[in-house]
């Protein structure tokens, strides 16, 4: 009896596993593919983009300015405040900025994705557009995926341009000028540091997008359905933006 | 042979969902110009049935036949074309939130980009002019009554000129004025030459716009006939449906 679960449990999540592949394949394919759906695809960015940037600032000045305290604490005993800027921006610009981002992103889009399209498919608006002759694929996961893949990279780098501000508002208050600054950026990162920067959020963007779209055109059960298809989606794309980024971490070292 | 029918059948479809049987060995016939309804208690899997025929759902065994097209085997563009021939008015209208009266109207026109928008929209103000809701066609769903939803669908099911129409449970929830208009689109729609599929539990629609009827119980097809042959029928199911007794108080029926 328990192996018989084990085995069940096993099939269910492989299958899902295999379905959840087969989606993001399809999708990828459509995204070269005509209609591109343009309107669709505008009104995301729009959402997904712009309505993002209030609370990612939010994110980038506060996490940028508790940065900076807490180097320039640890800095202080050694006179080495003025490498504080540094220190914020290889922090933020390689690791908080891409994750800290993405997991707001996750929490505000990836619920939005999967409870719009669970509740398009618990009203059959989905099965709708099926008679009526749509990919779904195409109409709604694409445009989808396509504006989270442009808006995240660019949202994550409005996050680090913020903190980093935010990390000179508080450096000013231990006599840092913008020049001291500015200039132990370049001292702390590569060029590198600012691909990595840019990379990780592309991926994140894919994951959550993804994941929100698979469990929105999954949900089953109504209202209730809904609710919890939208938790499901926010707790896997946190879980694995946080997975991804030890594995392209650790990527990015190695090719370093 | 098949290719020239002009029919759409199911035959020995089976279908389940996590272990519990929907429809078993279930048959049916929809010949162009014979409208029918399909009868059965809630939940019974007749909603299944439509779904089925579109190809939205894969049946575990059997096989469904649109005009001769053997639909088991076919890609979602090949089903794609295949149900150019049929249009579904669903249960709750299932109209687009994000879009207007007017674009749900003219999605598949829209879709298809064969025609200019003029055109377009020339199709759908005649279609919305059809089930009276002209006046419409710039609000969004949200702002319509539940019998406007469903004329809307009904409007959007007629712009791509379909063979057949499916109707899911088309009066539920409408009083008698939005029953009435719906039953008196279906037989102008009929007059038209459209054949149409309905699913209901309102007897008195169901036997003024459909000529044969299907009955399902606990997952089989127990009757196939006329009006007139499923009053004079003497299956208990049939004959607790149609004139339910204190036998059927909590049983399920309804």
């Known amino acids: 009896m328990p192996f018989i679960f084990v085995e069940n449990t096993v099939k269910s999540f492989l299958l899902e596993f295999q379905a959840f592949f087969a989606l993001c394949g399809k999708t990828v394919v459509r995204l070269f593919q005509r209609p591109a759906y343009y309107r669709e695809f505008t009104t995301q960015l729009d959402k997904m983009g712009v309505g993002s940037l209030f609370i990612i600032c939010l994110t980038g000045l506060f996490t940028g300015m508790v940065m900076a305290l807490q180097a320039l604490i640890q800095l202080k005993p050694f006179a080495a405040t003025s490498y504080v800027g540094g220190m914020v921006a290889v922090t933020m610009v390689k690791e908080l900025g891409p994750v800290l981002s993405s997991l707001m992103v996750a929490g505000r889009v990836g619920s939005a994705i999967t409870a719009e399209l669970g509740t398009m498919v618990v009203t059959e608006q989905v099965d709708a557009m099926r008679v009526e002759g749509t990919d779904i694929v195409k109409r709604l996961v694409a445009t989808r995926l396509k504006a989270l893949l442009i808006a995240m990279p660019m949202l994550a780098v409005v996050t680090d341009a913020v903190s980093l501000l935010g990390g000179f508002v508080i450096a000013v208050g231990y006599d840092i000028n913008l020049l001291m600054y500015w200039k132990s950026l370049s001292q702390f990162m590569v060029f590198q540091d600012l691909i990595e920067g840019v990379v990780k959020p592309f991926v994140f963007g894919f994951i959550i997008a993804m994941i929100g779209c698979y469990a929105g055109l999954n949900t089953s059960g109504g209202a209730e359905g809904v609710g919890a298809a939208a938790k499901r989606a926010v707790v896997l794309s946190s879980v694995m933006v946080l997975v991804c980024d030890f594995f392209m971490t650790k990527m990015f070292i190695v090719f370093r | ?254």
């Open chain 2, 1 to 254: 042979m098949r290719g020239e029918e002009q029919c759409i059948r199911m035959e020995k479809v089976s279908y389940a969902v996590g272990g519990r049987r929907i429809l078993d060995g279930f048959d049916l016939d929809l010949r162009r110009g014979v409208n029918r309804t399909i009868l059965g208690k809630s939940g019974a899997g007749k909603t299944t049935i439509l779904k089925l025929l579109l190809g939205l759902l894969k049946p575990d065994a059997g096989e469904i036949f649109i005009d001769g097209t053997a639909i088991g085997g076919l890609s979602e563009s090949e089903l794609t074309r295949v149900r150019k021939r049929i249009a579904i008015v669903f249960q709750g209208g299932a109209l687009f939130d994000s879009m207007t009266v007017g674009e749900n109207v003219g999605y598949r026109l829209f879709e298809e980009g064969r025609l200019p928008e003029a055109e377009i929209e020339r199709i759908v103000l005649e279609k919305l002019g059809f089930v009276g809701l002209e006046q419409t066609i710039d609000l969004y769903p949200a702002e319509l009554s539940g019998g406007m939803k469903k004329r809307v669908a009904i409007a959007r099911a007629l712009a791509a000129d379909p063979d057949y129409i499916f109707f899911d449970e088309p009066t539920t929830g409408l009083d008698p004025v939005g029953v009435y208009n719906i039953r008196h689109l279906m037989l102008r729609l009929q007059r038209e030459g459209k054949t149409t599929l309905m699913v209901t539990h309102d007897m008195e629609t169901a036997f003024a716009v459909s000529e044969r009827f299907s009955f399902l119980h606990e997952a089989r097809l127990v009757f196939e006939g006329t009006e007139e042959e499923m009053r004079r029928s003497d299956l208990p199911q049939i004959r607790e449906f149609l004139q339910p007794t204190d036998r059927s108080l909590f049983m399920g029926m309804g």
